[in-house]
């Protein structure tokens, strides 16, 4: 009796059954919105040449239809970082910045220090999801990942550590589809700043 009472009481399954919704699509029908993405590589030893973790980011933006508006390499200097990435913030083609570099805790890394003051509000679930997507390639060292992101007057402004497959971790798990005003149920081209269609110079 107590069992049959007990699977009569049970309404567990019922409401998994009610809340239950199809996947839904993960591209909507509309016309791709291409953005101006700039790339920061913040670095003592590379060069531009030797820049394969930027580099990564050129190509897989690209690849996507969006537009790189400058690509940059700075030292790892916490004031010449933040002026850089604070002169995007205030420009009015700069939608999105790319930092790639200084997210450790080596007395040189700076980068979340000179980046967190300039944001109005901060991503806290993109360092989370980074860091759980980043446990299959490097296990628990992804707990000495700082990567951040927050939005700043309309751009979105993303630190990452400076190894190329963590570069390649973050777009391809992350940044491909919240760059994509096509994706949902969200993504982060509502909240970036409306860019005009460049004019001739001519």
Not at 18 to 34: C, R, S
Not at 132 to 143: A, L, N
Not at 189 to 202: F, N, T, Y
């Amino acid at each position: 009796m107590r069992s049959l009472q007990k699977q009569a009481c049970d309404i567990t399954a019922g409401i998994i059954a009610h809340n239950w919704k199809p996947a839904m699509n993960h591209k909507a029908e509309a016309h791709f919105v291409p953005l101006n993405i700039a790339v920061l590589t913040v670095s003592d030893t590379r060069s531009l040449e030797t820049d394969t973790s930027g580099q990564l980011f050129v190509d897989r933006l690209q690849a996507a239809g969006h537009q790189l508006a400058a690509r940059v390499l700075l030292k790892d200097d916490l004031y010449k970082i933040r002026a850089q990435v604070a002169t995007w913030i205030a420009e009015d083609q700069v939608q999105v910045v790319l930092i790639t570099g200084g997210t450790g805790f080596t007395g040189r890394d700076s980068t979340p220090e000179a980046v967190s003051c300039l944001l109005d509000k901060q991503v806290d679930g993109f360092g989370e999801l980074f860091r759980q997507i980043s446990v299959p390639d490097i296990g628990t060292s992804t707990i000495q990942s700082r990567a951040l992101a927050g939005l700043a007057n309309g751009t979105l402004v993303c630190c990452l550590p400076g190894s190329t497959n963590a570069c390649r971790t973050a777009w391809d798990g992350i940044l491909g589809e919240q760059l994509d005003n096509r994706h949902r149920p969200c993504n982060f081209v509502p909240h970036l700043k409306s860019v005009a269609a460049c004019e001739s110079r001519g």
